[in-house]
């Protein structure tokens, strides 16, 4: 089955674009398009896409809100990837906390699009380790700032191991690497990540990031 992909832009050619990319490939199919995210729901509930590929940016309903309402109202909601003119912006930094899955630029390579749709429709998240720090450091609350992203690292009791694991997550470490860098054997690193994320109430590694900087846990510098 290949993955299944709806593509929210407003500008019409930014969407021909990626849809020619994508639907280049044998296993990604391009199933609907929207110009606004007032119009995701419907189209998500109607088309069932693995992921959705979205301006952050666009009028009426932005990709911020639009990323809450899916997460909040549509039962087994598809992957979030949004996708940005600018990586140092707010609005991606929120959107991240609202719960999307990654963020693609839009001067990505062909290649470096179809890699980000297979990434995180596998369940993956696709961050860029040095742009988040530079967004956490510039719009979040870095420094333990937030009492909720505090409460939830307090709650969540990490073990010694784990707290490392964590750290290297927020490093955009794959499982691999941090199996390497610990000297552990990679399902061990798959058993300490899935308990991270399960201890902190994350929906997979972009919101646990997002919670060891707004706790304090790491900081952005």
Not at 16 to 42: H, W
Not at 102 to 126: C, D, I, N, Y
Not at 135 to 140: D, E, I, K, P, V
Not at 153 to 166: P, S
């Amino acid at each position: 089955m290949p993955v299944t992909v709806l593509l929210v832009d407003d500008e019409p050619l930014v969407r021909a674009g990626l849809r020619a990319v994508l639907e280049a490939q044998e296993d990604i199919a391009v199933v609907g398009e929207a110009a606004d995210g007032a119009s995701v729901i419907p189209l998500v509930r109607r088309l069932r896409p693995d992921v959705v590929a979205m301006d952050v940016r666009m009028p009426l309903m932005d990709g911020i809100e639009t990323t809450r309402a899916v997460l909040r109202t549509v039962d087994d909601p598809p992957r979030i990837l949004v996708v940005t003119t600018f990586e140092n912006d707010e609005y991606v930094y929120e959107a991240l906390r609202a719960g999307a899955n990654g963020f693609l630029l839009k001067r990505a390579r062909p290649e470096e699009v179809v890699h980000a749709v297979r990434l995180v429709a596998e369940g993956e998240s696709l961050l860029f380790p040095a742009s988040v720090r530079q967004l956490a450091a510039a719009y979040g609350d870095g420094g333990g700032g937030s009492p909720a992203a505090r409460a939830a690292l307090e709650r969540a009791a990490l073990t010694e191991r784990e707290r490392d694991v964590l750290r290297l997550m927020t490093r955009g470490l794959s499982n691999a690497e941090i199996a390497a860098h610990l000297v552990v054997g990679t399902e061990t690193v798959k058993s300490h990540v899935s308990s991270v994320l399960a201890k902190l109430g994350a929906r997979d590694r972009t919101q646990a990031v997002i919670t060891a900087y707004e706790s304090g846990f790491v900081t952005p510098g």
